[in-house]
């Protein structure tokens, strides 16, 4: 087998396979080994002067700055991420958040935060930032004519986020990322729900993608990671920062998500399809004022969904029509086969009460519901694992009966 040359016109499918896998690092078996260290070791105090100079990935230098296994890491999500020039890996999805804002954010500036942000995102704005003299701001990514007059002489960086986290509303990333760029502000988006393979953010003008690799890449419940992506001109930035803040991943979690990675693209395409099963099952109920999946036809950000997205994956939220927020608890307790917990992503469905109305400075929650607009908002987030869809309606409708019993 020689080395592949023409990588970058291969079909998604193949690169996820292949990305990472150079024979310098894999030596003669698959998958690159774990390469533990901390010190790296030279022929000689004349290989220590040359190598001064130089700060890559790929080249031997000290454990903070990686070893084989991560740097396979790292090149594999570069290749997958179209425009990038380059990854940084960081030991969680919050840490690749903060750590890329620091490498674009300095003291007396403004950032603007999607009002539907990842909630952490959202408390590292208002808390670390504010400390750092960094002023936080909140807009409504859905209103395009409000958003240029959320910009400022100050404003250096726009945090985006698609689907809004809980709530999963759909905004315009091309173009809320374009206008960032004209008032010379830096877009950077939280891409974990789609990840690369289903929103290829760089191509789409954003100019710093990153994911919780925990979620979709990690896939198996077990691992915490992050990344960011970015073009020629801020992979640098963003590495600098990593490095001054001494961010460093293991390789043993790094080789973790490396075999994970090897069946995102498989399980992505499943999980989006058992996803869209339910959505339409739990659509078609009377229990449900509203679902809240932009993979579903008719659902709030499925133009855009299909517009910009080339995947989904099994992660949407739904609103009951009408009940108790007891009512919803006792449906989520009578739920077999999901398990009751934080984070997503996983090879197994997970199911989560959300209350998005207390994370909320500027957009509206309850969303509004053609069927009911009145509806008390008592809403359910599922996370759609690797199980049989029949299996998991057949457990869903029994929990609905267990709602319906109030
Ligand atoms: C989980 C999550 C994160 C944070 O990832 P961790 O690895 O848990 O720190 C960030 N953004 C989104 C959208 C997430 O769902």
């Not at 996820?16 to 003669?28: D, I, M, N, S």
């Not at 995102?121 to 504010?130: D, E, N, P, Y």
């Not at 739904?318 to 077999?336: E, I, K, N, P, Y």
Request: with cysteine.
């Amino acid at each position: 087998m020689s080395d592949v040359k023409d990588f970058e016109n291969l079909s998604t499918a193949t690169k996820v396979v292949g990305a990472g896998r150079r024979k310098e690092w894999t030596g003669a078996v698959v998958n690159p080994p774990i390469w533990r260290a901390s010190t790296h070791l030279y022929e000689s105090t004349a290989a220590l002067a040359a190598n001064a100079q130089y700060n890559e990935d790929g080249r031997f230098f000290y454990g903070r700055r990686g070893a084989p296994t991560q740097w396979a890491l790292c090149d594999a999500l570069t290749a997958l991420e179209p425009g990038a020039a380059g990854t940084v890996i960081y030991p969680s999805g919050l840490s690749a958040i903060t750590g890329a804002l620091l490498a674009v954010l300095n003291p007396g500036d403004v950032l603007l935060v999607s009002d539907n942000a990842y909630d952490p995102t959202r408390a590292f704005g208002m808390g670390f930032l504010a400390d750092f003299g960094v002023e936080t701001r909140f807009f409504d990514p859905l209103d395009l004519d409000a958003y240029p007059a959320a910009f400022c002489d100050r404003t250096a960086a726009v945090l985006l986020e698609a689907p809004g986290s809980l709530s999963m509303e759909v905004c315009d990333i091309p173009e809320l990322a374009r206008i960032a760029r004209s008032k010379g502000a830096i877009s950077v988006l939280d891409n974990t729900w789609a990840s690369a393979l289903g929103f290829p953010a760089l191509e789409r003008g954003v100019d710093i993608t990153l994911m919780a690799l925990t979620k979709h890449v990690g896939g198996h419940s077990d691992l915490m990671m992050g990344c960011a992506s970015a073009g020629a001109e801020l992979y640098p930035r963003l590495r600098q920062r990593a490095q001054q803040l001494g961010i460093v991943v293991s390789p043993d979690d790094a080789a973790l998500a490396l075999r994970g990675l090897r069946t995102l693209a498989l399980r992505l395409e499943q999980q989006t399809r058992s996803a869209l099963t339910i959505a339409q099952f739990l659509e078609s109920r009377a229990e449900v004022a509203q679902v809240l999946c932009p993979m579903l036809p008719g659902a709030p950000g499925h133009d855009l969904w299909t517009r910009d997205f080339t995947g989904g994956c099994g992660l949407f939220s739904f609103v009951f029509r009408g009940g108790s927020a007891q009512d919803r608890d006792r449906f989520v307790d009578a739920l077999g086969l999901f398990g009751i917990g934080f984070s997503w992503g996983g090879y197994e469905s997970l199911a989560l009460p959300i209350k998005p109305a207390g994370i909320r400075a500027v957009m509206a929650w309850p969303p509004a519901s053609d069927n009911d607009p009145k509806a008390d908002c008592h809403a359910v987030r599922l996370a759609i694992g690797l199980e049989d869809t029949g299996d998991l309606i057949a457990d869903i409708e029994q929990a609905l009966a267990a709602w319906r019993a109030s």
